[in-house]
DNA sequence: AAGACGGTCAACCGCGTTTTT
DNA sequence: AAAAAACGCGGTTGACCGTCT
């Protein structure tokens, strides 16, 4: 294969020329687009950019508050499938979603830790296995003290859903199917 | 006023799945 | 039916920006 190519942030005039070869050539073959559009970019590269940013119909800005349930609830029940939950959100994206995920379970998992060390580091395995894989110890970035993000995230899940049961008085979503979501809208 | 720190977001990477040839 | 190419997903990283000390 060629050279990898440009990488990192977008200029404007990459994404006008990326629109003007998707709006010609629609979103398919990636890698021609990226080929006749001229751009240093692999294929790949475009369609990030292109279903993350530059897609007509896509939201720009905080998640609303409704949609912030949204995510939550759904994350309670299908776990890190992040373009299946962004389907129930319309206008955006799965990268936005689990952005928004990570930083508010971080913020989350922090508070957890400092209002019950305990429960954390007794749960040896896991407790929900639709959304635990064998999922690697973070430890990583910092503050990871031998746990993996699975366990944290399933920990905040269970206290945060759970309040929401008795937050939320309308629909609940347990049992929410693929075409169900869409009716969290009505 | 300057530097350190933390939060957020865009983008890249690796890998599994699906589609095309 | 098999192989190759393209696509899509989830995890991770790095840069930027605002706030705090």
């Not at 005039?13 to 751009?39: H, I, P, Q, T, Y």
């Not at 119909?57 to 949609?67: C, F, Q, R, V, W």
């Not at 994206?93 to 922090?110: F, S």
């Not at 894989?133 to 269970?158: H, L, R």
Request: charged fraction near 30%.
């Amino acid at each position: 294969m060629a050279a990898a190519g440009r990488k990192g942030p977008w200029t404007e005039e990459e994404d006008a020329r990326l629109v003007f070869v998707v709006r010609l050539f629609g979103e398919r073959r990636w890698d021609n687009v990226a080929k006749v559009s001229g751009l240093n970019r692999s294929g790949k590269s475009c369609r990030l950019r292109w279903v993350n940013y530059l897609h007509p119909g896509l939201k720009h800005g905080p998640l609303t508050p409704h949609e912030q349930r949204l995510v939550i609830q759904l994350h309670a029940k299908w776990g890190n499938r992040w373009s299946r939950i962004a389907l129930c959100l319309p206008g955006r994206t799965d990268n936005e979603i689990k952005n928004y995920w990570r930083t508010h379970t971080r913020k989350k998992a922090e508070e957890l830790r400092m209002s019950s060390p305990s429960s954390l580091s007794s749960q040896s395995s896991s407790s929900n296995s639709e959304v635990v894989g064998q999922g690697p110890v973070v430890d990583g970035d910092g503050d990871g003290d031998g746990y993996s993000m699975d366990q944290i995230w399933d920990e905040i899940s269970a206290s945060e859903s759970s309040r929401m049961l008795e937050d939320c008085s309308e629909s609940v979503l347990w049992e929410l199917d693929d075409e169900e979501c869409l009716q969290i809208w009505i």
